[in-house]
């Protein structure tokens, strides 16, 4: 099975095409298949090509474990009360076990209370859920690997300077995490860098690249620019590049989608932290699978993290995990 996910991770040139397929779409209510167990998986959007390998990821699980799977998520990363519904429908099909990447920590817990009730289990991907109803959570784990691209920043800018951050959103369990992961990194072990500034984009690339901007021009000696997922990495390079600040602003990113990929190669950005949401997806489903037979899962599924730059991205090891 690691092999098929390593062919699956290595294919994930991930185009428009996987949009396609048994019950996905990002507006309306999806069908589930008739004849197998149902599982529903929401996602926080579709509009990142980080999404796309995940639902590959998620219909090889329901292939290999013999379940019918709907993926779907809002338009974008900004409507939360979208995605409330998406879930609410869901549970209106009576699914065998929820999947579940929520925008809000907290706005869904009144509807995972209900499938509690149900005793419909609820998985947790990439962001999780202030809720006691979710059974496990497979995930990256957010914190060190923020913390890891701190490092990189700081080591890239001689250990001093001014920087600043553009973050998807607050209100995530990934946006809080990558966000709360930077910071503390940076305040606890450069004291001579100072984050001048924090902005969010809502992970839009227009909204962050916007952000970057007023950081930038709010500041003329910044030295680099932290971007928290695809989103808000791509508008962060967007800026610098539209400002021709390349040379004098390092950049590194959360994330591996191709513009992010196409920037590290180009010398735009210095590199990035990167996923396999790919795992993130077969994870999420196999675990769904075993707590709705009844079977034992890890409260926390790690899935993994590498961070990768001009140096290693074309690499065996790195390859995999890009989804450009």
């Not at 779907?72 to 209106?92: C, H, R, W």
């Not at 001689?158 to 940076?186: A, L, Y």
């Amino acid at each position: 099975m690691k092999k098929r996910l390593m062919a699956l991770s290595m294919a994930a040139a991930v185009s428009v095409g996987l949009l396609a397929g048994c019950g996905t779409n990002s507006g309306g209510a999806p069908t589930p298949q008739d004849g197998k167990p149902y599982i529903a998986v929401v996602a926080k959007g579709f509009q990142h090509q980080f999404w796309q390998a995940v639902k590959q990821g998620a219909e090889q699980a329901a292939k290999d474990y013999n379940v019918s799977i709907t993926f779907e998520g809002p338009e974008t990363e900004a409507q939360i009360d979208k995605q409330v519904d998406m879930v609410n429908n869901a549970l209106s099909k009576s699914p065998k076990a929820i999947c579940i990447a929520a925008l809000d920590s907290k706005a869904l817990a009144t509807s995972l209370d209900m499938a509690k009730s149900q005793n419909i289990p609820v998985i947790g991907f990439d962001s999780g859920v202030e809720s006691d109803a979710v059974v496990a959570t497979a995930a990256t784990d957010n914190i060190a690997a923020s913390a890891a691209a701190a490092d990189k920043l700081a080591e890239a800018i001689g250990k001093s300077g001014k920087i600043g951050m553009v973050v998807h959103d607050q209100t995530s369990t990934t946006g809080q995490e990558r966000r709360d992961g930077f910071k503390n990194r940076i305040e606890s072990a450069y004291p001579d860098i100072q984050i001048v500034d924090i902005q969010y984009g809502d992970g839009d690339h227009l909204k962050s690249a916007e952000a970057a901007k007023s950081i930038i021009a709010a500041n003329p000696d910044l030295k680099g620019l932290y971007g928290a997922n695809e989103g808000s990495a791509v508008g962060v390079i967007m800026a610098v590049e539209e400002l021709n600040k390349a040379d004098s602003i390092t950049v590194v990113g959360f994330d591996s989608g191709k513009k992010q990929t196409d920037a590290v190669r180009n010398g735009t950005a210095l590199g990035a932290v990167t996923q396999n949401p790919i795992q993130i997806g077969y994870k999420a489903v196999e675990a769904a699978v075993k707590a709705m037979n009844g079977e034992s899962v890890d409260k926390l599924i790690d899935t993994g993290y590498a961070w990768y730059d001009k140096s290693n991205i074309d690499t065996d090891e790195i390859k995999p995990l890009l989804y450009e």
